[in-house]
């Protein structure tokens, strides 16, 4: 769905991040046809999906293709994964490639050995196996980090949360123990998955909050749509002062992964928060629920909220 997005709306957008996803338009706006791009991209025509884009921008139902010019793409499949076919990493970054002329903007990570999931850094299950409890795995690889960091060119930071003096690998599976920034009283199941809550392990000065989305659909109510009433907001601490101005991410759950499907995981543990914390970039992660047409709660890339689910309208 992040192609998606993306592709549409290109203009209000420096980038895109896709982990585990598909090319743009792939599905021919049917489930049979989602299905068969997941499963067989040998079988797809990626140039066809490129002339829909420049189509669909001279009618005017999608951005001009020029604004993805000089966008970032960051692109991750894992070898492992058995939901969507690891070959469709190849096709998306074909598909860019056609409107991305600088290779340097498009960044591939195809060897991790990565089952379906948003990969993270030490949180969720075994790398390459299907966690469907949260679609979370710990693969030793922040995913996070690594597609804003491509996207904001290279030089995020992510030490900053603990002061500045501390280096990546020494939290996260370096020498040093969790415990150890923290006095030696903390443990790590508490950090990562126990009873506290994020902005409780940096002294209650982080900001997870939870939003209407209902505000945002006027002729009818949001469920009508896919989407969940509630959505989340990370707002830094250096963000709080309403003067200053702030990076704005739009971080897309997958298909169950959800509020109401496997809780607040995805948007406490996949690793966004950390680093907007230590870049002054505010995470939003809209939520989008399980309906009779979209029994997995995802997002639509083929077709079920209607004709126009490729478009502006």
Not at 2 to 16: D, E
Not at 82 to 89: A, D, K, L, Q, R
Not at 257 to 273: C, D, H, P
Request: hydrophobic residues 35%; contains cysteine; glycine residues 12%.
């Amino acid at each position: 769905m992040a192609t998606q997005l993306h592709v549409i709306f290109s203009k209000h957008f420096m980038g895109a991040g896709i982990i585990a996803g598909v090319p743009f338009a792939c599905s021919d706006g049917n489930l049979a046809g989602a299905t068969k791009c997941m499963l067989t991209p040998a079988l797809e025509t990626v140039f066809t999906y490129e002339r829909l884009v420049s189509s669909g921008a001279l009618f005017g139902n999608v951005d001009s293709a020029s604004s993805m010019a000089n966008d970032k793409i960051y692109i991750f499949a894992g070898t492992q994964d058995s939901v969507v076919n690891p070959g469709n990493g190849k096709n998306i970054a074909k598909f860019y490639s056609h409107f991305i002329h600088n290779n340097g903007n498009i960044k591939e990570v195809f060897n991790v050995r990565a089952e379906h999931s948003m990969p993270t850094e030490n949180y969720g299950g075994s790398c390459d196996k299907l966690n469907s409890g949260s679609y979370l795995n710990n693969c030793g690889y922040n995913a996070a980090f690594e597609l804003l960091n491509h996207i904001y060119g290279g030089n995020l930071q992510v030490n900053h949360i603990y002061g500045g003096n501390l280096q990546v690998n020494h939290i996260y599976g370096g020498n040093l123990q969790v415990n150890h920034i923290y006095g030696g009283n903390l443990q790590v199941n508490h950090i990562y998955g126990g009873n506290l809550q994020v902005n409780h392990i940096y002294g209650g000065n982080l900001q997870l909050l939870k939003f209407d989305q209902s505000e945002f659909f006027h002729l009818s109510p949001a469920r009508k749509y896919g989407m969940d009433t509630t959505g989340y907001i990370y707002v830094p601490s250096g963000c709080m002062d309403k003067t200053r101005k702030c990076k704005l991410h739009v971080a897309l759950h997958g298909c169950e992964m959800g509020r109401t499907i496997i809780g607040e995981k995805y948007v406490r543990y996949a690793g966004y928060n950390e680093v907007g914390e230590a870049n002054n970039i505010i995470i939003l992660y809209p939520q989008a629920i399980k309906t009779l047409s979209n029994p997995n709660g995802c997002w639509d890339w083929w077709g079920y909220t209607g004709l126009y689910f490729g478009e502006y309208k």
